[in-house]
């Protein structure tokens, strides 16, 4: 199966893609989508559509991850965040993929096993599980450790449905 995971951004909208083969993964793309912040808020967010419809379209996941947004003291921050992450779940959505969303602290305990890691550890174990990979910056590691999550819950849901009988 490949996952793509989304870490939302209205500045950088990172994106992962692994492919999962049982408990293997195997590193596929990763990069960031930029958007101008001279822009408005409407261009900005047409951007990040387009860019990202273009990674969907190159690489046909056929499963997405986003990670949920936090909100913090800013509302207006919050609003914009929120906004670019409704481009981070349509965008799959319209190429006709069911889209899992996790807690920022949900990923850092899948990947890391602690859900109050510091980035620098979740890249370290992106790194780890992912041997040889690149990674384009910091919302790219994010963006791979969701698309992990993504995996490790998938694999967890079907050894349930294995262990108990198909149900």
Same mark, same amino acid.
């Given at each position: 199966?490949?996952?793509?995971?989304?870490?939302?951004?209205?500045?950088?909208?990172?994106?992962?893609?692994?492919?999962?083969?049982?408990?293997?993964?195997?590193?596929?793309?990763?990069?960031?989508?930029?958007?101008?912040?001279?822009?408005?808020?409407?261009?900005?967010?047409?951007?990040?559509?387009?860019?990202?419809?273009?990674?969907?379209?190159?690489?046909?996941?056929?499963?997405?991850?986003?990670?949920?947004?936090?909100?913090?003291?800013?509302?207006?921050?919050?609003?914009?965040?929120?906004?670019?992450?409704?481009?981070?779940?349509? #965008?799959?959505?319209?190429?006709?993929?069911?889209?899992?969303?996790?807690?920022?602290?949900?990923?850092?305990?899948?990947? #890391?096993?602690?859900?109050?890691?510091?980035?620098?550890?979740?890249?370290?174990? #992106?790194?780890?599980?992912?041997?040889? #990979?690149?990674?384009?910056?910091?919302?790219?590691?994010?963006?791979?450790?969701?698309?992990?999550?993504?995996?490790?819950?998938?694999?967890?849901?079907?050894?349930?449905?294995?262990?108990?009988?198909?149900?």
């Amino acid at each position: 199966m490949r996952v793509i995971g989304i870490d939302p951004g209205l500045r950088n909208l990172g994106w992962g893609i692994i492919e999962t083969d049982g408990p293997r993964m195997r590193h596929v793309a990763n990069g960031i989508c930029h958007s101008d912040p001279a822009g408005t808020l409407a261009a900005r967010l047409l951007d990040l559509h387009q860019q990202l419809t273009r990674v969907l379209q190159q690489f046909a996941p056929q499963a997405a991850a986003v990670e949920q947004t936090f909100v913090n003291k800013d509302a207006v921050a919050t609003l914009k965040l929120g906004s670019a992450r409704g481009i981070a779940l349509l #965008v799959p959505a319209q190429a006709g993929l069911a889209v899992g969303e996790y807690a920022p602290n949900a990923v850092k305990k899948a990947v #890391v096993g602690v859900g109050k890691a510091a980035k620098e550890q979740v890249e370290h174990m #992106v790194r780890m599980q992912l041997p040889g #990979v690149q990674i384009a910056g910091p919302d790219a590691a994010d963006a791979l450790a969701i698309a992990i999550c993504h995996a490790f819950h998938s694999q967890s849901a079907r050894s349930m449905v294995v262990a108990g009988g198909g149900r």
